[in-house]
């Protein structure tokens, strides 16, 4: 699977954005797709996952009610709707595979590049 991220930017405290993964060469092993993040000296977080064909959706609590994961297969894509932003979501972003469902980020198949995200207050 290969997996590239966009959409980064810097945005105000309340504000949105919209990062994207284009994801190909799906295998049958890349069951799940998620989005992860890492602070500047924080380890890497789970943010939101997708199961690909179902489209069933597991966010974590710090992102819930804010946050929404989708995917359009005929695109090829797993965006990440960002609303109501806050500077604590300040990190690098990365969209990563998996064969089930995962919170850590060592259970992740592959990797796409990270996007930054910057919230100002």
């Known amino acids: 699977v290969q997996l590239q991220a966009s959409g980064g930017g810097l945005v105000q405290a309340g504000g949105s954005l919209r990062l994207s993964c284009a994801v190909s060469r799906l295998t049958t092993e890349d069951n799940f797709m998620n989005w992860f993040r890492q602070a500047l000296g924080k380890e890497r977080e789970f943010v939101a996952g997708i199961k690909w064909r179902e489209g069933i959706k597991r966010y974590a609590d710090s992102v819930k009610g804010r946050f929404t994961i989708s995917r359009d297969g005929a695109r090829g894509t797993v965006d990440l709707q960002m609303n109501s932003l806050k500077p604590e979501d300040t990190a690098i972003y990365y969209c990563?595979?998996?064969?089930?469902?995962?919170?850590?980020?060592?259970?992740?198949?592959?990797w796409g590049q990270g996007t930054q995200v910057t919230v100002s207050s």
């Open positions: 990563a595979s998996s064969t089930s469902v995962i919170a850590t980020a060592i259970e992740a198949r592959a």
